[in-house]
């Protein structure tokens, strides 16, 4: 559980209209991926349920990425990217 925002994660998330209940909809529902020692939650078309597809609070939400500290309890930035889960598989460079 996200305990606290850096300070770039607030400037950023004010910057895209993300609100604490768009960041707790994209935990709950968004996939997991562990890469480059961070987490990525990532809210894709599919991830949102069908309730609450029609709803245009959640559906703007398609595309949404929470990139977290390794040990979840930090929020270091979030964008949108509708093709971004591509990016964040892509193995990282050594």
């Known amino acids: 559980m996200i305990e ?5 994660a607030l400037q950023r998330a004010s910057q895209r209209n993300i609100t604490w209940d768009n ?3 994209i935990m709950r ?12 939650v990532f809210l894709g078309k599919h ?3 069908y ?3 029609r ?9 949404s990425t929470l990139l977290i500290s390794d040990d979840g ?3 270091i930035t979030t964008y949108k990217n509708k093709n971004g889960l ?3 598989k892509k193995k990282q460079k050594q």
């Open 51 to 53: 309730e609450y597809q």
């Open 29 to 40: 529902f968004g996939r997991e991926i562990h890469n480059g020692g961070a987490l990525f």
């Open 55 to 63: 709803d245009d609070r959640f559906a703007k939400l398609e595309g």
């Open 23 to 25: 960041v707790n909809f």
């Open 73 to 75: 309890k930090c929020l």
């Open 86 to 88: 591509k990016q964040i």
């Open 47 to 49: 991830d949102i349920p």
């Open 4 to 8: 606290s925002f850096s300070k770039h």
